[in-house]
């Protein structure tokens, strides 16, 4: 075969084959949008475990009606316009592609009023086109309709999973987002049926409320709440008292600037501090909000983002190790002695 160009619809296509890997690929990427559009308030709506529809709507800034069509393309960010910008970048999204990418692998709309303006518009993609943007109603904010996903890919919808499983990936997404903001309030609604409400969670109390409503009132009631700063490093959150360790290493929440990831520093550090008061083969649990200067991390390892590199592993490792170290340090004198709250 001659060398030839790919079209824009197919590039997009690879470009969601890294991804948008199932329902809930396509639920983070629109979440992430909301919040990085400053929205207080989320709703996501499904049909068939996301399989059928995926509509999140949010009461964020919305998008300029001349942005519409912008806003479906790839490589069309708001976020950064320099290299510079993506050394400081704080928002969670970055690489202008998410929207174009879901567009191209189902039937999709976007509809938008910015805030302050009486006028909402909606444009729609499917099968590699998009329309003209359109009147439509919508209060303020962005509304995000992904319908059929996968409908032309059929080696991804091959492997979709029954439609509980996608909605379990979907819900314990949410969580996960919800756990970083509780500052947002989220509605999660399945085939009509409410799953999660989560309100404002304006004071510590509220928060903790969040975390047992998340991770179950066992966590809540067996953990200790961190807050430590040093070197230009913030962490806070709450962790799990040993006697609550798991089996599995399922409930291990780590955030840095917000962003979920999985990290071997991180996982490491953690397991050091834990080392002498967990039984082998036992796992902690935790949730825990790391705040850094942008620039002393890179997001931009992987398209899907779950990955950082620190630009100095070992002082983060040290802070911590040392963070975790000191807030167990009680249950390490009283071992056994029931020191639990
Ligand atoms: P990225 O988030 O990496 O910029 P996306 O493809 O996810 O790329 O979104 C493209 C652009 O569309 C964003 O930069 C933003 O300006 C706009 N946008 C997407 N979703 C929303 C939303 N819910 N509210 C406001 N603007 C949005
Ligand atoms: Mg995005």
């Not at 083969?281 to 002393?296: C, K």
């Not at 931009?300 to 040290?318: G, I, M, T, W, Y």
Request: hydrophobic share 45%; charged share 25%; proline share 4%.
């Amino acid at each position: 075969m001659p060398i030839r160009q790919l079209s824009s619809s197919l590039i997009n296509q690879i470009a969601a084959g890294e991804v948008i890997e199932r329902p809930a690929s396509v639920v983070k990427e629109l979440v992430e949008n909301s919040l990085d559009a400053g929205a207080r308030r989320i709703e996501i709506e499904l049909e068939a475990g996301g399989t059928r529809l995926i509509r999140v709507r949010d009461d964020g800034t919305g998008i300029a009606a001349a942005e519409l069509p912008l806003a479906v393309a790839a490589h069309a960010t708001s976020k950064i316009a320099s290299f510079d910008d993506l050394v400081h970048v704080a928002t969670l999204g970055f690489r202008g592609e998410a929207l174009a990418s879901i567009a191209s692998v189902s039937r999709f709309a976007l509809t938008s009023r910015p805030r302050g303006s009486a006028h909402a518009l909606c444009i729609e993609v499917a099968d590699g086109r998009s329309t003209e943007p359109h009147p439509a109603q919508h209060p303020e904010g962005s509304s995000v309709e992904v319908r059929e996903l996968f409908h032309n890919v059929p080696a991804r919808r091959k492997f979709l999973r029954a439609e509980r499983t996608e909605f379990l990936h979907i819900d314990e997404l949410v969580k996960a987002l919800a756990l970083a903001h509780p500052d947002v309030a989220f509605t999660l609604t399945h085939d009509a049926r409410s799953q999660r409400v989560l309100r404002v969670a304006s004071d510590e109390a509220a928060r903790l409320a969040r975390v047992a409503a998340l991770l179950g009132d066992e966590f809540a009631a067996q953990c200790l709440a961190v807050q430590h700063t040093a070197a230009g490093l913030s962490l806070h959150g709450w962790v799990g008292l040993p006697a609550a360790a798991r089996a599995q290493a399922d409930r291990q929440y780590f955030y840095v600037n917000g962003r979920l990831v999985r990290d071997r520093v991180v996982s490491h550090a953690l397991r050091q501090a834990y080392s002498d008061v967990l039984f082998h083969g036992r796992h902690p649990a935790y949730v825990l909000f790391l705040q850094l200067d942008p620039a002393s991390v890179d997001v931009n390892v992987h398209p899907a983002k779950s990955e950082v590199r620190f630009r100095e592993q070992r002082l983060v490792h040290d802070f911590l190790f040392r963070a975790l170290h000191e807030a167990l340090a009680d249950t390490r004198a009283g071992q056994g002695a029931g020191h639990a709250r």
